[in-house]
């Protein structure tokens, strides 16, 4: 078990996000949900947690039920794994530190009425998970060209938004753009609590086995990523703690592979997915 001072504060759904991320994206597979949660619990995830969140994720097409004899496997569904996908991405292509930053923005401008305040709040979520800043009073900015549609489509907003590309010029200074419209201090002390708990010799030595450290590893740097608006470095402190947090990622990532994945396979049981998922039972067995 965890001890009090290495336990992250992490979701389970987050948990089970990397546990899906690492061993069951991309291979057209399904878990037993029983394996599931021999795997959870050395993460200190009690049962009731680990069927509530396969549930959870069953309603909200991110999890397929597939039926074989009296056991419930788990799988993939397309949309689960185009975020799964997204996250791979994040993690391992775009990384934690923006060096090709080309000088544009993109601009995002809103007028939502109080009558649809809650797809103000959805609008806002989505900007943040897709690393904008509040410049002001209503537009928002993020570094780089981003492809917004995605996330405005099913908001159905029409004219209420405006989204432009645009280059700072005189007198707005790029470096006054990142300090007006995002916490650097905030991010850097994310960056700097990951490498407390983990830019160590034995990172978390109570957790179970490399199996639990591997996942709550991937987690927490999961977390730390999607949260980082990936500001240009030109424009960052040059100790930047992002540097250093990535290297101890990638190397603890490396390490902890093969003893995860030789742990895994003794306790995960999965079938090969050849039907059509069990969509009708409401059982999570």
């Not at 599931?36 to 069927?51: H, K, P, Q, Y």
């Not at 978390?204 to 990523?225: C, E, G, I, N, Y």
């Amino acid at each position: 078990m965890l001890g009090e001072g290495d336990a992250l504060t992490a979701r389970p759904q987050s948990l089970m996000f990397s546990f899906l991320g690492v061993y069951v994206l991309g291979r057209d597979t399904a878990v037993y949900s029983g394996s599931v949660i021999d795997v959870f619990a050395r993460l200190g995830v009690t049962e009731e947690a680990v069927r509530s969140t396969l549930t959870r994720m069953v309603k909200r097409n991110l999890l397929a039920r597939h039926r074989q004899g009296r056991r419930m496997y788990f799988g993939l569904t397309e949309h689960a794994a185009e975020v799964l996908d997204d996250g791979r991405r994040r993690v391992w292509e775009t990384g934690a530190v923006n060096r090709d930053w080309d000088g544009a923005w993109t601009l995002v401008g809103f007028s939502i009425p109080d009558s649809r305040r809650s797809t103000r709040h959805d609008l806002r979520s989505q900007l943040i998970w897709a690393g904008f800043g509040l410049l002001q009073s209503g537009l928002w900015i993020a570094p780089g060209v981003k492809d917004v549609a995605g996330i405005l489509a099913p908001l159905e907003l029409g004219d209420h938004i405006t989204v432009l590309t645009a280059r700072a010029f005189e007198p707005t200074e790029t470096a006054d753009l990142v300090r007006k419209a995002f916490s650097t201090e905030r991010i850097a002390a994310r960056y700097r609590a990951f490498l407390d708990r983990w830019d160590t010799p034995r990172p978390l030595p109570s957790a179970a086995d490399d199996l639990a450290r591997q996942l709550l590893l991937h987690t927490d740097w999961l977390q730390l990523v999607r949260q980082d608006p990936h500001l240009p470095a030109e424009h960052l402190p040059a100790d930047w703690p992002a540097i250093r947090a990535e290297q101890v990622f990638r190397a603890l990532a490396r390490d902890y592979a093969p003893s995860a994945r030789a742990l895994a396979d003794t306790v995960l049981d999965e079938l090969a997915i050849t039907a059509r998922p069990d969509l009708t039972s409401a059982e999570v067995g």
